[in-house]
């Protein structure tokens, strides 16, 4: 019997997005948010599904932003926080349950917010393929292609939002981010826990515990061109989302421009 090309797995889907992004955590969406408002075609490839990864597991809280020493990150923090607050959130605060803390902190539903900003994509006809995972990015006549298992994507620029997963795809990029590790405690409150990640841990802490995460040098998000038209966003740290929707803005903005620097940095703009 001959089987179709439906059937028979030996053929591979071929597929073309103007801009493809690779992730669907909040550092992904994200940047397809901001790609798709510039007007152009995005299809996100995520290898679980939106919001799987260290995006979906978090409190949520983004700090306010005057928890930032004045300067350029703090002015950043204030306008990606109002950007998330009036352009994603205006009208939708009780899908996100969004909460301000009295210390000006944003306590929101992360994985809804990651899943809010691709429905906005989606609507303005973007992709979402969940369950493909890119196992190689490679250049292409005119654009870039990525290698996934059971398709290829040809994409005239491509922008990864992986978080801990960078150092597997671009690992030209792995020296840019070092471990961090955080300490966390519990002590027992009313019928429930109380966690915290605050050092040294309170005396009446009954449990206490590492963790480890990839941050930059400094602690706040940059953007790295890894190779001709492939941009990575790195370093977004949830409790600066905010700074995280910022760099993603930028992001956009060197992809949209062709520009060529190796790296958005802060304080000295472009590197
Ligand atoms: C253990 C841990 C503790 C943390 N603690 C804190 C904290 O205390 N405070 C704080 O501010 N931040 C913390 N963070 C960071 C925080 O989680 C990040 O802000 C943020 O969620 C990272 O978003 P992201 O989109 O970059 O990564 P993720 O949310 O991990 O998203 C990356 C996505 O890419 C997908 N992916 C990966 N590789 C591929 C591939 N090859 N092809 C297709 N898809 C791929 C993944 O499935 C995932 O969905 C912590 C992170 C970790 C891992």
Avoid: K
Wanted: hydrophobic share 45%; charged share 25%; with cysteine.
């Amino acid at each position: 019997m001959t089987l179709s090309c439906w059937q028979d797995r030996s053929f591979e889907e071929l597929l073309d997005a103007d801009v493809a992004v690779v992730g669907a955590g909040f550092s992904g969406a994200a940047v397809a948010w901001w790609l798709a408002h510039s007007g152009l075609g995005v299809t996100v490839l995520e290898r679980a599904s939106a919001g799987a990864g260290a995006s979906g597991a978090g409190r949520g809280r983004i700090a306010p932003p005057e928890a930032l020493p004045p300067g350029e990150p703090r002015d950043a923090a204030r306008a990606g926080r109002g950007w998330l607050l009036e352009r994603l959130l205006a009208d939708r605060e009780h899908r996100v349950a969004l909460r301000r803390g009295a210390d000006g902190a944003l306590h929101l539903d992360p994985r809804r917010l990651v899943e809010l900003l691709l429905e906005d994509v989606m609507a303005r006809g973007g992709v979402l393929r969940a369950h493909t995972e890119v196992v190689g990015v490679d250049p292409a006549p005119h654009g870039v292609s990525l290698r996934c298992p059971a398709c290829t994507v040809h994409a005239e620029a491509v922008a990864v939002g992986v978080g801990v997963g960078l150092a597997m795809l671009l690992p030209g990029l792995a020296g840019t981010l070092v471990p961090r590790a955080d300490a966390l405690w519990a002590r027992p409150r009313d019928d429930t826990w109380e966690v915290g990640d605050a050092s040294p841990a309170p005396r009446e802490a009954t449990h206490a515990w590492r963790r480890e995460r990839l941050c930059t040098r400094d602690g706040l998000p940059r953007v790295h061109r890894a190779a001709a038209a492939v941009y990575a966003l790195v370093g977004v740290q949830e409790e600066r989302w905010d700074l995280g929707f910022f760099a993603a803005n930028r992001l956009t903005e060197m992809l949209v421009q062709g520009r060529d620097p190796e790296a958005w940095l802060w304080g000295d703009g472009v590197a």
